[in-house]
């Protein structure tokens, strides 16, 4: 995984700093376990083998990496973009009226569902009881 040096440099100054009152902690404190990866795997219903299990941690604790150095860079005074476009060039938002421009067409549209009752769909109970 590359980090670009300005954000890793920008990160080293700022990962003990109190930035607005708030102490940014280091990334380490971010990092999973192998046991809390393991329990992600049972709740995401993957089953994983030692070596991928080895591997999905690196790559968890990668993206905690990158999510910490993130925040460690101080972003006050920085516009928020409404699309990376207008970081480089400019860009005029083209919005349309809000307006209804289609007619309500719901019985045409349920006419080959199996089941309707007061305009909805009904659909047969998938989870027990």
């Not at 999973?32 to 049972?42: C, D, H, K, M």
């Amino acid at each position: 995984m590359i980090i670009p040096q300005a954000l890793r440099l920008s990160a080293r100054r700022h990962l003990f700093r109190a930035v607005k009152g708030a102490l940014i902690f280091p990334i380490d404190l971010m990092a999973l376990t192998p046991q809390e990866v393991s329990r992600i795997a049972q709740l995401a219903r993957l089953e994983l083998q030692p070596a991928e299990q080895v591997e999905m941690l690196a790559q968890l604790n990668g993206f905690f990496g990158i999510v910490g150095l993130m925040s460690a860079v101080d972003t006050s005074g920085v516009e928020p973009l409404y699309t990376p476009l207008s970081a480089v060039t400019d860009v005029t938002l083209r919005l349309r009226d809000d307006v209804v421009s289609e007619s309500n067409q719901r019985e045409q549209n349920q006419r080959s569902a199996p089941s309707v009752e007061d305009g909805l769909f009904l659909v047969p109970k998938v989870i027990g009881a």
